[in-house]
């Protein structure tokens, strides 16, 4: 940058700084306060679209206003009302069936209290706190007290059923049968008879066996005896096992 540049800009920045000064003086000494943005005029402007509010609440017209439609249902395929069965109210009425359950336990807490039932229409066990219903066909059956040793149901139509609890009584036993000899069959009954006949035979035909062989023993002893003269006789053998 060479001396001439550098005085140019010297004097720009001086001229700007001036300025700038100036503008300062005239508003420290007042110059332009009573300038200030007008104020809205309502009037002078167009009302805008929607601006008109109507505060009063809409009422609706007669129920009699709506015979039409009601006398065709916008979401019926043919158009027409849906017939109503009155038995349907007799039946949301009252109960569904009748109590059928068995109370086979009790769960008594300061904080909690459960009754354990045995559902004999669906042969299942459910344990029900107070305000629950039952489920399946006697859904309509709810548990609304807790006794220590009973509970109660209450139907839809309010008729209130008490079920007492059930405890399991121990038979009392049976005396021991009398011993009787046992008996078979006629053939069974031969059977045995021969079997008992047959084993004496055969014990009696071996018992003589053996006494026909001792005898046989003695005869030869006594023969030996005759032919040694006083020689001592043999030693007998052994008779035969059995």
């Not at 601006?51 to 017209?61: E, G, R, V, W």
């Not at 021991?176 to 031969?190: D, E, I, L, Q, V």
């Not at 030869?220 to 035969?240: H, W």
């Amino acid at each position: 940058m060479n001396v001439r540049i550098a005085r140019l800009t010297t004097t720009v920045l001086a001229g700007a700084c001036g300025f700038l000064l100036f503008t300062a003086l005239l508003q420290y000494a007042g110059v332009g306060r009573g300038y200030r943005w007008a104020a809205d005029d309502p009037a002078s402007e167009p009302p805008l679209p929607g601006s008109a509010i109507d505060d009063k609440p809409l009422k609706l017209p007669p129920a009699n206003a709506f015979a039409e439609v009601q006398m065709h249902p916008l979401f019926n395929e043919d158009r027409k009302p849906t017939p109503i069965d009155a038995s349907d109210g007799d039946d949301a009425a009252g109960p569904q069936s009748p109590l059928n359950i068995t109370l086979t336990g009790i769960i008594s807490t300061s904080s909690i209290k459960i009754a354990m039932v045995q559902d004999k229409a669906r042969n299942q066990s459910v344990a029900l706190k107070v305000g629950m219903p039952l489920e399946g066909d006697q859904a309509s059956w709810t548990l609304v007290e807790v006794k220590p040793r009973s509970v109660v149901f209450r139907s839809a139509a309010n008729e209130k059923t008490e079920v007492e609890l059930e405890t399991a009584v121990a038979p009392p036993p049976r005396a021991p049968a009398p011993r009787t000899a046992r008996t078979g069959s006629p053939a069974n009954n031969a059977r045995n008879g021969a079997d008992r006949d047959k084993n004496k035979k055969d014990s009696g035909d071996l018992a003589k066996r053996i006494e026909d062989r001792r005898r046989q023993m003695r005869e030869d002893a006594e023969k030996l005896r005759g032919q040694n003269g006083k020689g001592s006789p043999p030693k007998p053998e052994p008779p035969p096992k059995k």
